[in-house]
């Protein structure tokens, strides 16, 4: 061979230019790495996905004729990491050429960078063909510690790639529907919740090399995965989306329910990871909501399909946006020098507080949580708490079978711990109890009180949510947004903000407890 192509494990992407013409003298490696299973500690379904999904587009390529070289951990685990491997393979098949497609991840684009792979072998990078703004512009839409705002950015793409535009005005007169959204469910809303497609991917091979190979993981396994590892189950995913999930997508989008039994991703599309993985192209997946909202209009309403547009289009091009222009520093920002360890039920579920119980034995359960229960559920927990954002985002990184850093560090580190000082957001998203009350029915059948703040049955949130507010004063009540809360906080008497307090302290104290 003369020509070695790199495709790494979220390069799924059988659209990019490189499959469009066969070539005997290029050789396609796509390999197991021990350095990307112990980067952070994994949930073991998110490994058993990416490395069947890894080896089911080596098969496609293959199937279509290219030649592909697929390397198990059995064949890599003596290499110290990608670049040994990559000087291994060249040196064996006689490469003059290397390719690789942009990564994603901070990590690996440094040891791409320049891979030393002896001299005589130009280098050559491509574009990953995924992402709906190329990487070399992104420099011009994000500059390293300037905040960015997400509606502003949402709003340039939309004219920019002509998405629900009507000329230059927005479709349907609004930029943005949130505020006919954010309903909870309410019971009798929870029979019509549609069952969640799941698939039966046999890992068992996966899963003994993982075994044999000790890499260390955590979370439930399952065998067969439900997860899709396939193009053509990726494309079930969205079309049950579009059609079962998208004309309550945007009204529900904020909801949580514990009701739900096997219904645990409500209207969301779970298809994050194919996404991240590329086996779908975001365009690909905003034309199919946009087509089944112009098809349907009577059951999917614009503000259905423009949530779900707003995820896609927006949030996931500006977080990778802001990543790229704050990385590396992005990594170890902790605005609050939040230092407390992460509580033990993180891993294990075992809380007395319902929310935390059913939002981490769901992660534990199916690597999946929808956005509100990382958001304001996982993530307000460790704000309000001061957690050290180090662990925070391991967690998060390891947990989640759609967490990869570009996407994990800045909605964890930025979106929900304000580690980066309001980079990503333009306020804490910091909620007590009432919040989470509000969104679902969580706390009806919770140890704890919701209404309470000071005694031993107080929900610790709402004592939490004031030490945090206070701890932070001076910098969020000049903060227009969160500065009218402590208006009500003033007008209570000495006695019970000192109870709220020592309420909080004590629970701060105790949190592996709680
Ligand atoms: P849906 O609710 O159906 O949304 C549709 C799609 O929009 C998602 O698949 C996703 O691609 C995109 N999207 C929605 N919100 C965001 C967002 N804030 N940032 C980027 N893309 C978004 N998403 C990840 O893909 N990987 C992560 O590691 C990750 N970590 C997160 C950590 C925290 C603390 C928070 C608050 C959010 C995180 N998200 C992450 C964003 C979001 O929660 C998930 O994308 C979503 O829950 C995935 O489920 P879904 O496919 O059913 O999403």
Same mark, same amino acid.
């Given at each position: ?8 494990g979220d ?25 990307e299973t112990n980067y952070v500690r994994h949930h073991i379904q998110k490994l058993c996905a990416f490395f069947a999904a890894m ?38 098949? =006689? ?5 690789? $497609? ?7 684009? %440094?040891? *791409?960078? !320049?891979?030393? @792979? ?48 009507? =000329? ?5 007169? $609004? ?7 954010? %309903?909870? *469910?309410? !019971?009798?809303? @929870? ?5 969640p497609i799941l698939f039966a991917n046999?890992v068992?091979?996966i899963l003994?090399?993982i075994?044999?190979?000790?890499v260390a993981h955590f979370g439930v396994p399952t065998d067969p995965l439900i997860w899709p590892v396939?193009?053509?189950q990726s494309?079930?995913v ?24 096997h219904r645990w991703s409500l209207?969301h599309s779970r298809l994050s990871f194919a996404l991240n993985t590329?086996m ?66 993180f891993w294990t579920g ?6 935390l119980q059913q939002a981490v034995s769901q992660s534990l359960d199916f690597a999946y949580a929808h956005h509100i229960q990382r958001?304001?559920v996982a993530g ?12 925070v985002d391991e967690w998060y990184l390891g947990i989640y079978l759609d967490a990869i850093e570009?996407v994990e560090?800045?909605n964890t ?102």
């Open positions: 061979y003369q020509r070695l192509r790199l495709i790494l390069q799924l992407n059988a659209a990019h230019r490189w499959f469009r013409k066969k070539d005997d003298r290029c050789l396609y490696l796509i390999a197991e790495l021990l350095q080896a089911s587009f080596a098969d496609a390529l293959k199937q279509s004729g290219h030649d592909v070289l697929y390397l198990t951990l059995d064949d890599t685990a003596s290499f110290d990491d990608l670049p040994a491997l990559l000087r291994h393979v060249t040196e064996k098949y =006689g490469i003059t050429d290397f390719e690789y $497609q942009q990564p994603d991840e901070h990590r690996l684009q %440094q040891q *791409l960078l !320049k891979p030393s @792979l002896g001299s005589g072998i130009t280098i050559n990078r491509y574009e990953s063909e995924h992402f709906m703004l190329p990487f070399d512009e992104l420099e011009s839409y994000f500059t390293p510690g300037k905040a960015v705002r997400m509606e502003a950015f949402y709003r340039k793409m939309r004219k920019r790639f002509d998405i629900l535009m009507e =000329g230059d005005q927005p479709a349907g007169g $609004q930029w943005n529907f949130d505020s006919d959204n954010r %309903q909870s *469910l309410k !019971k009798a809303d @929870l029979a019509e919740i549609p069952e046999p068992t091979d003994q090399r075994e044999r190979h000790q396939t193009r053509k494309l079930q969205l079309k049950h989306f579009c059609r079962y999930c998208l004309p309550s997508f945007g009204r529900f989008q904020d909801a949580m329910t514990a009701d739900s039994d209207y590329k779908l192209h975001p365009k690909q997946v905003i034309e199919a909501a946009i087509a089944a909202w112009q098809a349907s209009p009577d059951t999917i309403t614009i503000a259905q399909v423009e949530g779900f547009v707003r995820q896609v289009l927006g949030w996931r091009e500006f977080v990778r946006g802001m990543y790229w222009a704050n990385m590396p520093e992005y990594r170890s920002m902790n605005h609050f020098n939040a230092r407390r360890t992460l509580p033990a039920f075992e809380t007395h507080m319902r929310c958001l304001m307000n927990f460790c704000l309000l708490a001061g957690i050290d954002p180090d662990q570009w560090l800045p580190r930025g979106m929900s711990q304000f580690g980066d000082g309001g980079l990503v957001a333009s306020k804490p998203y910091a909620g007590s109890g009432n919040y989470i009350n509000k969104m679902s029915d969580y706390c009806r059948g919770c140890h704890y009180n919701v209404k309470e703040k000071t005694t031993e049955n107080a929900c610790p949130l709402n004592s939490l949510y004031w030490h945090f507010m206070l701890r932070h004063r001076d910098q969020l009540a000049v903060n227009h947004r969160t500065g009218v809360v402590y208006k009500g906080w003033d007008k209570r008497s000495n006695d019970e903000q000192r109870a709220v307090l020592d309420r909080a302290e004590w629970c701060l104290e105790n949190l592996d407890t709680l």
